[in-house]
């Protein structure tokens, strides 16, 4: 069982200084690493310079993906990408990488959405073609975080990852795609034990990625509001959020229990939050780092 590790999903920024204050304010509150993700749309910035730029501004945290969207790339213009911000990073790179899950995306970027059995083929695909760019540059591979739901990126992931992300996440049986449910504490139990299945005795960091903090002295509001806000997609109720790994509700030192017995019960040592939460969750890294 490792020790905590904590980082933050930067979305976007105004403008140069705006980003500069993010970063060096996520170190500050010490996050240990900062990563952007790939997505399309407003005030999203493109992952690989925003990175560089957090890790020129910046000493400590590393800095990553999370996660690449391999589908979107011509696979010899991203292993140039990826090497050459492993370089200007000062080998701070964390190199996370995804199958694509938002179909809106690859149409707005006129890509063909495929069959996620031909996007995850793609993504198995790039990891040859990174590791044969590297070697051709002399560079070391930067640690490797693969992430996703489904049995095939999670396989991978066990093969292959240095850290396998879960985002407890799943499409929505019969809805449109990029229509998801939260995955609730018995099902994270199986997705874990599929992915440890499938590890041949390989034992990766495990990172999930929290979907809501909430700061509160009553949880059951808290949750109940959150089941509100998202309309109740799911059908979970109250006590199953509460128990859900990828929510956490409560006083800073319930979170703080919340995490050190799911970190024992999932094997979740690496925990990363989302942009608005950064300031929410620093009592809490405050409270576990290096434990």
Not at 191 to 210: C, I, K, Q, T, Y
Not at 266 to 282: K, N, R
Request: glycine fraction near 8%; charge should be negative.
């Amino acid at each position: 069982m490792g020790k905590f590790k904590f980082g933050v999903n930067l979305w976007g920024a105004e403008d140069r200084a705006d980003w500069v204050a993010k970063c060096l304010r996520a170190e500050a509150l010490g996050f240990d690493v900062i990563s952007v993700p790939d997505h399309l749309g407003p005030g999203r910035n493109a992952p690989f310079p925003a990175l560089t730029m957090a890790a020129a501004v910046t000493q400590r945290p590393r800095v990553g993906t999370l996660v690449s969207n391999v589908p979107f790339y011509n696979l010899a213009l991203f292993a140039r990408e990826v090497a050459t911000t492993a370089k200007m990073t000062g080998d701070r790179l964390d190199l996370g990488l995804g199958s694509g899950h938002m179909k809106s995306e690859f149409d707005d970027a006129g890509l063909p959405w495929t069959p996620a059995k031909e996007r995850i083929a793609h993504l198995a695909k790039s990891l040859d073609h990174l590791r044969g760019h590297f070697d051709d540059e002399g560079i070391t591979p930067p640690p490797l975080l693969i992430a996703g739901n489904s049995d095939g990126v999670l396989s991978l992931a066990a093969r292959e990852a240095d850290i396998a992300g879960f985002a407890g996440l799943r499409q929505a049986p019969g809805k449109p795609p990029g229509t998801f449910q939260l995955d609730d504490a018995e099902r994270m139990d199986e997705r874990v034990a599929f992915f440890r299945s499938h590890a041949n005795g390989r034992d990766p960091e495990l990172n999930m990625l929290v979907q809501q903090v909430v700061v509160t002295e009553d949880r059951r509001a808290a949750a109940e509001s959150w089941r509100e806000e998202v309309q109740d997609q799911d059908g979970l109720d109250v006590e199953t959020l509460l128990e859900t790994p990828q929510l956490l509700f409560g006083t800073v030192d319930e979170i703080v229990r919340q995490l050190e017995e799911r970190r024992e019960r999932y094997g979740f040592s690496y925990i990363t939050v989302f942009q608005p939460m950064l300031e929410t969750f620093a009592p809490v890294v405050k409270e576990l780092s290096g434990q």
